[in-house]
């Protein structure tokens, strides 16, 4: 306690060195600014930093009415008042200086801003120190402190490979720390088809996976498009799934995730966007930490940075000819900025404040690693760079757990892991909806496009929205224009409903669905209308296997030599399903058999290489089969116990973590 307040002093000091540098500059630059000495502008650094945390108090409440963007746009434009509150209004100045003062203003911040980001504001010790602060500010008494706390950390999209690699070669000193050490075990489990976020999160927090074919689908009876990370679709996704007995039902806090796994508590979670209660507690977190000089300061510059970085990145990789790629703009710039250099701290600032809180169990979703990964590789530096961040995060939180008013077990998982290769429509000059109407001599439509991190960042902008503002809806409208560019898929031709297909690619697993049907076609059905469709499919040397459904065997995998009915495990031929793993039998029967499997499944070639060809234009990708994409992992601690078997299913999975919960003393009232 005692080295984090010492430090709490010299950032302090500091801060006022660089004030006090400012202050002289801006005397030097600004007209009517006159400072005077060295000793006074040390006076008038104090005065102005004393209004400074008035002004922040002030705005951080009425952020609750404001919005958090506008308390942090009235902090950096009341420190301009500030300044001519101390230097201007002695001097009898008028409103006409405030343009001055506004100007000395931003010349202080900028000067002050680098030399305490040179020395602190820039590293993760100064953000701990931050967020402990609050610990010794604001005491919590719990009623029950004996019962330790749960935090389920999900570093979404981390291969068990890549895991095991960076942990023995030290490159994520946390959870190397802890697997060395012995507190924690770190394990391989295995999600099933499809191996993607809104199939694992339902299943890790609600215990079903059932229902959900890939990240976006058709519902034939309504004819509506489901995609999983869209706020009204996940809201009612969760609803047709969750027992109200979910992994956080028992006192839970839900961080940035798809579904709220039962919390009572959810803060910029897709499924619970619009819970009034909560959009205005997060508000007045995220509020206390970004008008913070650290906070505002570490965040906007790493944004920054991030973006400087990924232009280069993107560019060496062109320079060098770095293969698989696809092409990186200056809107993955932007994603890539906002999930490292903004929501990672505003997701860990959110969990911290829950820890102090005392909250039993708390599950938040970083998905740095596996945002960048899709358009990096999953082994690229600055995807290793992204996993080596939320490894620092698991430092900050390890601190925060010291000073919390119980003990906490943290849990680190992945939802899924990643397979890696050039996209399908580089290696073979058509897309899969292109390949679909060429064979079927008919139109289709695509909806193709990854929307993982900007679903994250469309959380955070839709969770922290609101009606009882002029900013919150704002924000509100930014939500459902980020909502709209990212999801809306274009309607099929009401002339000729039954001569058009909606294509969907979830990483390298296809879906192909003949629009205008209430039920599944099977096999004899499709090659009556479209005789080369199916076979043309089977051929291609970009697809492994193609899923269809028959009258006499029900689901059969077709592949270019032989057939494998998984419903009778009958094999004629050479089995399609051979190179994809021993469970992919049943994994295909599962999700073939669900009402809402399209009327053909098609999974990409796994190569020589074990690389895979996404739908999508990812490098690395999830949502079928081949490659690392179902090797998801766990660092768990050492008393909390692993099945001896591999875990199967993001399902058996959540019985595990529930029974973790249960071995700790959580979920003995709830009710069945």
Excluded at 352 to 366: C, E, F, Q
Excluded at 454 to 472: F, I, R, T, Y
Excluded at 616 to 633: I, K, P, S, T, Y
């Amino acid at each position: 306690m005692g080295r984090l307040r010492l430090g709490d002093l010299g950032r302090a000091l500091l801060a006022l060195v660089g004030a006090t540098v400012g202050l002289v500059v801006a005397s030097w630059v600004v007209p009517g600014f006159d400072i005077g000495s060295w000793e006074e502008a040390v006076v008038v650094a104090v005065l102005i930093a004393a209004c400074g945390v008035v002004l922040r108090f002030l705005l951080v409440r009425g952020a609750v009415l404001l919005g958090w963007l506008g308390a942090v746009l009235a902090g950096l434009f009341g420190q301009a008042l500030a300044v001519w509150v101390v230097v201007y209004l002695p001097q009898g100045g008028g409103a006409a200086d405030l343009g001055w003062a506004l100007l000395a203003s931003w010349i202080v911040a900028a000067v002050s801003t680098l030399l305490v980001w040179v020395g602190t504001a820039g590293t993760n010790d100064a953000v701990t120190a931050s967020l402990l602060r609050r610990a010794h500010r604001k005491r919590v008494t719990l009623d029950d402190p004996d019962v330790p706390g749960v935090v389920f950390i999900q570093a979404d999209g981390v291969p068990y490979p890549v895991l095991d690699w960076c942990v023995r070669a030290g490159t994520l000193p946390t959870l190397s720390r802890w697997v060395r050490s012995g507190t924690h075990r770190q394990a391989e489990w295995r999600p099933k088809l499809p191996a993607t976020t809104p199939a694992s999160q339902m299943g890790i927090l609600h215990g079903t996976i059932e229902g959900i074919p890939a990240f976006r689908w058709l519902d034939r009876p309504s004819g509506k498009v489901y995609v999983a990370n869209r706020p009204a679709d996940a809201a009612l996704i969760e609803a047709s799934h969750s027992d109200g007995r979910g992994l956080l039902a028992d006192d839970g806090v839900s961080v940035s995730n798809l579904f709220t796994g039962d919390a009572t508590t959810a803060y910029a979670t897709m499924s619970a966007i619009g819970r009034g209660n909560e959009t205005r507690e997060s508000r007045r977190t995220v509020s206390e930490y970004l008008a913070r000089p650290n906070g505002f300061t570490r965040s906007m510059s790493r944004a920054l940075s991030e973006i400087v970085r990924e232009r280069f990145q993107a560019t060496r990789a062109k320079r060098r000819d770095i293969r698989p790629r696809v092409h990186r703009g200056w809107a993955f710039a932007g994603e890539r900025a906002a999930l490292s250099g903004v929501i990672r701290d505003l997701n860990t600032t959110l969990v911290a404040d829950a820890m102090l809180k005392g909250r039993r169990s708390i599950y938040v979703d970083y998905v740095d690693y596996d945002a960048v990964a899709h358009h990096a590789g999953i082994l690229q530096p600055e995807s290793l760079d992204a996993l080596a961040g939320i490894d620092a995060v698991l430092a900050q939180i390890e601190a925060v757990a010291e000073v919390a008013p119980r003990n906490y077990h943290i849990v680190v998982l992945s939802d899924h892991g990643q397979s890696q290769g050039a996209i399908f429509a580089d290696r073979y000059g058509e897309d899969l909806a292109a390949l679909v109407a060429r064979l079927a001599d008919t139109a289709a439509i695509a909806s193709v496009e990854n929307a993982e991190g900007s679903g994250a960042l469309n959380s955070m902008v839709a969770g922290n929205a609101s009606h009882d503002s002029v900013v919150g809806r704002a924000l509100e409208r930014a939500s459902d224009r980020i909502t709209a560019d990212t999801f809306e898929t274009r309607e099929p031709d009401a002339r000729k409903p039954d001569e058009q297909f909606l294509v969907f690619g979830s990483g390298n697993l296809g879906l192909i669905y003949v629009t205008g049907e209430q039920r599944r076609l099977t096999l004899d059905e499709i090659t009556a209308r479209y005789p080369g469709l199916v076979a043309g499919l089977v051929a291609h040397p970009g697809i492994g296997f193609t899923v269809v459904h028959t009258v006499e065997h029900g689901p059969v995998a077709l592949g270019p030599g032989g057939e494998h009915h998984v419903r009778d495990s009958v094999v004629v031929g050479v089995d399609p399903l051979a190179r994809f793993g021993p469970h992919a039998p049943q994994f295909v029967l599962r999700a073939a058999t669900m009402p809402e499997a399209p009327d053909i499944y098609v999974n990409s070639l796994i190569d020589e290489m074990d690389e895979v060809a996404a739908f999508e234009g990812l490098v690395a990708c999830h949502g079928g089969l081949g490659g690392w994409q179902d090797r998801g992992m766990i660092v768990h601690p050492v008393d909390f116990e692993m099945p001896e078997e591999m875990v199967v299913g993001a399902d058996a999975l959540h019985r595990v973590l529930v029974g973790w919960l249960e071995q700790v003393g959580h979920r003995k009232d709830l009710r069945g």
